[in-house]
């Protein structure tokens, strides 16, 4: 008897923290996103009307790379990883190449989590981490098959991570996790008594 693996579900993970620069950089990025929680009155608009708990800029702001140059930095490190990522997964781009699409900075408040969600109309999705202090939430990603096993039994409490239903991934200040933009993922309450900080992004075939 042999088993043969189909259809498999890659997630790309690195680190910026493997850079020299890194500690400066990251409070960089840190201290930028502080900023615009700050300054950016629709955005904490949006967030209150959506009962988003703490601030996100996805809803009003689509220029951060060309608004401060460490998020510009920021692309181009990341267009090297989502390279390497498209790769990896065998993609043919033709003529085209990937772009990115959207970046947008997250600052979740103790307590407050961002339930399940895909990212359409995109191929690569991502988070960079820029501030996980203890007890904040782990990224929850869930099996694609899911929502088709209909009759299926539960998985055993001990399998091994490719065959759970859903695995989370806990990243570290730096750590860089893309996906394919279809993979629905959530993020649980955060369990930290001060803000988790990330920055997410999506890329575009064009």
Request: proline content about 7%.
């Amino acid at each position: 008897m042999s088993l043969r693996p189909l259809f498999i579900t890659e997630i790309y993970q690195a680190s910026l923290a493997e850079g020299r620069d890194f500690a400066a950089f990251n409070a960089e990025l840190e201290e930028a996103v502080l900023m615009l929680a700050e300054e950016d009155a629709a955005g904490r608009a949006w967030c209150k009307a959506n009962a988003y708990g703490g601030y996100t800029s996805y809803a009003s702001l689509d220029d951060l790379p060309q608004r401060a140059t460490v998020f510009a930095e920021l692309k181009t490190r990341l267009d090297r990883h989502a390279r390497a990522y498209a790769k990896a997964l065998h993609m043919d781009l033709g003529g085209g190449r990937l772009r990115l699409d959207s970046l947008w900075v997250n600052l979740l408040k103790p307590g407050a989590g961002h339930t399940g969600h895909i990212h359409p109309h995109s191929v690569i999705s991502g988070t960079v981490y820029v501030a996980v202090p203890p007890g904040a939430s782990a990224l929850k990603l869930e099996d694609p098959r899911l929502p088709l096993m209909m009759a299926a039994p539960p998985r055993e409490a001990d399998a091994p991570e490719s065959a759970r239903s859903f695995v989370y991934l806990q990243p570290d200040a730096g750590t860089i996790l893309m996906w394919e933009s279809w993979l629905r993922h959530e993020v649980p309450a955060n369990a930290a008594k001060t803000p988790r900080i990330s920055i997410s992004f999506n890329y575009a075939w064009r």
